[in-house]
């Protein structure tokens, strides 16, 4: 009888420790969220939908992953010809964020402050061009020629919840690298739920 109290009771301990682990883990949040982005090489605010996974590796450290589709806008560019001529264009374009990296939780209660530095691309959905000279000559031409751009995305928020249901404010600067490197002002606001 002893032996079997021992057993249950060690049983019981490792049961509790299990739990507690997984709750200072959270081991899976799933989140929504709208995203508005900067584009200063257009000088151009696109807004979009998107959704975020991640997981617990360490107690306030999360790996994420993030996919966000901003919507079509319209943007200038400007074309230089040989004899100097500047002429305008209006081009239609939207855009597919993808994004992963870790996530640094700061503070344990309902309200906490975080840090991402996640890497991924950018893929820029451009209206065709005629051929024409001016097509080589675009204030963009780089996005062009280059429709996928690599990201890293440097960052910050706050996020608050009650029980596994919360919300979530991301800022920070969306640096694409296309012919130099391009940093933009990225927002994402939205509901989560953890698991």
Same mark, same amino acid.
């Given at each position: ?5 021992q ?12 739990? +507690? $682990?997984?709750?200072?883990? #959270? ?14 090489? /257009? ?9 975020r996974?991640? &997981?617990?590796?360490?107690p306030? +450290? ?5 996919m ?5 806008? +319209?943007?200038?560019?400007? !074309? &230089?010809?040989?004899?100097? /001529?500047?002429?305008?264009? #209006?081009?239609?374009t ?5 994004? !992963? ?27 065709? *061009?005629?051929?024409?000279?001016? *097509? !080589? ?6 996005? $062009? +020629? ?5 990201v890293?995305y ?13 919300? $979530? ?15 933009? !002002? ?10």
């Amino acid at each position: 009888m002893r032996r079997a109290l021992q057993v249950l009771l060690v049983g019981s301990a490792m049961l509790l420790a299990a739990s +507690v $682990r997984a709750q200072e883990l #959270e081991h899976i949040q799933v989140g929504i969220y709208g995203d508005y982005f900067h584009l200063n090489q /257009t000088t151009t605010n696109f807004a979009g939908i998107g959704a975020r996974v991640g &997981t617990g590796i360490f107690p306030h +450290v999360k790996i994420e992953g993030e996919m966000a589709y901003d919507f079509d806008q +319209v943007i200038t560019e400007n !074309f &230089t010809s040989g004899s100097g /001529t500047v002429s305008y264009q #209006e081009s239609s374009t939207h855009l597919l964020h993808a994004e !992963f990296g870790p996530k640094l939780e700061l503070g344990h209660g309902r309200v906490r402050p975080f840090f991402v530095a996640k890497a991924g691309f950018d893929k820029f959905f451009l209206q065709k *061009c005629p051929v024409t000279f001016n *097509c !080589f000559t675009s204030a963009i031409y780089n996005l $062009r +020629v280059n429709t996928v751009s690599p990201v890293f995305y440097p960052g910050g928020g706050l996020e608050g919840r009650i029980g596994p249901v919360g919300l $979530r404010l991301d800022v920070g600067d969306e640096i694409y690298f296309n012919s130099g490197a391009h940093g933009n !002002f990225r927002m994402a606001f939205g509901p989560f739920m953890r698991f």
